[in-house]
């Protein structure tokens, strides 16, 4: 259910998208992080994941809802080459707002005191952000051209378990594609302050 896959595809600016295949969602961070410290660039992960569950329904099929946002830097920081994190994340517990790093200059800060957790950083501001930094994040025409998908399977590993896009969709509690996934109509939990 973990990633075995990764793909690297070249986008319409100088940016090079990376995305992975867990079953449960993408998570390249950890690829991102390390390639921006060696090739001594900046790096971006994003994830806008919608919410399909909440506390009282956490034992069924779907996922808690999350909207992050790392820029990495070429050198190491307080934590890893983190230079900023903004993410609001929704799990078990409830919803959780976290800023770390140096704030840039294209960010919000109004809006991380919002009363709803929830609307502190949302998939809107996350596409704003993206954006200042040349980041056509929604927009599928801003991916395409020459990509390399890259495959790991380590020996000493069990064989992940594998399923398709519909089955994975279904297990996460997701309709139909949306444009933006943390737009959900899905409710966003019982509590949310």
């Known amino acids: 259910m973990g990633s075995q896959r990764v793909l690297f595809l070249s986008t319409k600016t100088r940016w090079t998208a990376c995305f ?12 991102v992080g390390e ?3 060696q090739l001594r660039c900046q790096g971006v992960a994003c994830g806008c994941i ?15 809802g999350a909207v992050k946002f790392t820029l990495f830097g070429p050198e190491q920081r307080d934590f890893l080459n983190v230079e ?11 919803w959780e707002f976290k800023a770390i790093g140096r704030p840039q200059p294209f960010e919000r800060p ?14 809107e501001m996350l596409e704003e952000y993206c954006g ?8 599928e025409n801003f991916y395409g051209g020459a ?3 890259t495959h790991a399977h380590p020996w000493f590993l069990p064989r992940l378990a594998t399923m398709t896009l519909a089955e994975a969709r279904a297990r ?22």
């Open 20 to 31: 992975d295949n867990g079953a449960t969602g993408g998570n390249p961070s950890t690829i």
């Open 35 to 37: 390639l921006s410290r």
């Open 50 to 64: 919608p919410n399909t569950l909440t506390r009282s329904a956490a034992a069924t099929q779907g996922t808690w």
């Open 84 to 94: 900023r994190a903004v993410s609001v994340i929704n799990d078990v517990r409830g």
């Open 110 to 123: 109004e809006r991380y005191a919002a009363r709803r957790i929830a609307d502190r950083f949302t998939s």
């Open 132 to 139: 200042a930094l040349g980041i056509q994040l929604f927009d």
């Open 147 to 149: 990509g390399v998908i």
């Open 172 to 193: 996460l509690g997701l309709n139909e594609p949306t444009r933006r996934e943390g737009r959900s109509s899905q409710p966003l939990d019982d509590e949310e302050t």
